[in-house]
T-cell receptor
Framework: GESVGLHLPTLSVQEGDNSIINCAYS??????FIWYKQESGKGPQFIID?????DKRQGQRVTVLLNKTVKHLSLQIAATQPGDSAVYFC????????????????FGAGTQVVVTP | DTGVSQNPRHKITKRGQNVTFRCDPI?????LYWYRQTLGQGPEFLTY????????KSRLLSDRFSAERPKGSFSTLEIQRTEQGDSAMYLC???????????????FGEGSWLTVV
């Protein structure tokens, strides 16, 4: 059926609380994962990435967790701020054995994060 | 500004006209990618280049679409005989070529919005 892409999952979080955004990826052969933040009318902005040989990576106020067993990725944002309000996308780099597919990203549906005061 | 640069940022065109978008990647990046994003969806891969060589084209890229990167620096994406279904944001991204250890983060530009009326 048709994708209901206009109705993004929404996460409402109070300013100062921690946010957790979840993503299920599709391909067990994917070897690189990226989280992007996209504000209205702008391009995706890199947040953090992780390779498949890791299960956790931390950045400034953000942590990415990778569970390859269940093909699940999560992004944790500590002390969420109003400026964190945006759509967040996870992307996987699908590794094809026969071609060099670096950068051929497959994106999830996105999660709208709304930070309330 | 040393990020990925795209222009024009917005283009309104009549159905049947041709349009061209330009992308200037981050200067040391030899990989350049084109994606398309419609409202409420994640970006979808269209094509990519390593230097001046076009390595792959998605099935989404009909014969009316052509991309070039003649000198391995900037790239153009041309859409001929535009249709209303071509209305979307066209995103350019760039990275270095993959290596065994180094992360080759993929950075996006701000996108070029196309509206076909």
């Amino acid at each position: 059926g048709e994708s209901v892409g206009l109705h993004l999952p929404t996460l409402s979080v109070q300013e100062g609380d921690n946010s957790i955004i979840n993503c299920a990826y599709s391909n067990s052969a994917s070897d690189y994962f990226i989280w992007y933040k996209q504000e209205s009318g702008k391009g995706p902005q890199f947040i953090i990435d992780i390779r498949s040989n890791m299960d956790k990576r931390q950045g400034q106020r953000v942590t990415v967790l990778l569970n390859k067993t269940v093909k699940h990725l999560s992004l944790q944002i500590a002390a969420t701020q109003p400026g964190d309000s945006a759509v967040y996308f996870c992307a996987e780099n699908y590794h094809e054995r026969t071609t060099d597919s670096w950068g051929k990203l497959q994106f999830g549906a996105g999660t709208q994060v709304v930070v309330t005061p | 500004d040393t990020g990925v640069s795209q222009n024009p940022r917005h283009k309104i065109t009549k159905r049947g006209q041709n349009v061209t978008f330009r992308c200037d990647p981050i200067s040391e990046h030899n990989r350049l990618y084109w994606y398309r994003q419609t409202l409420g969806q994640g970006p979808e891969f269209l094509t990519y280049f390593q230097n001046e060589a076009q390595l792959e084209k998605s099935r989404l890229l009909s014969d009316r679409f052509s991309a070039e990167r003649p000198k391995g620096s900037f790239s153009t994406l041309e859409i001929q005989r535009t249709e209303q279904g071509d209305s979307a944001m066209y995103l350019c991204a760039s990275s270095t070529a993959p290596g065994p250890v180094r992360r080759n983060t993929i950075y996006f530009g701000e996108g070029s919005w196309l509206t076909v009326v």
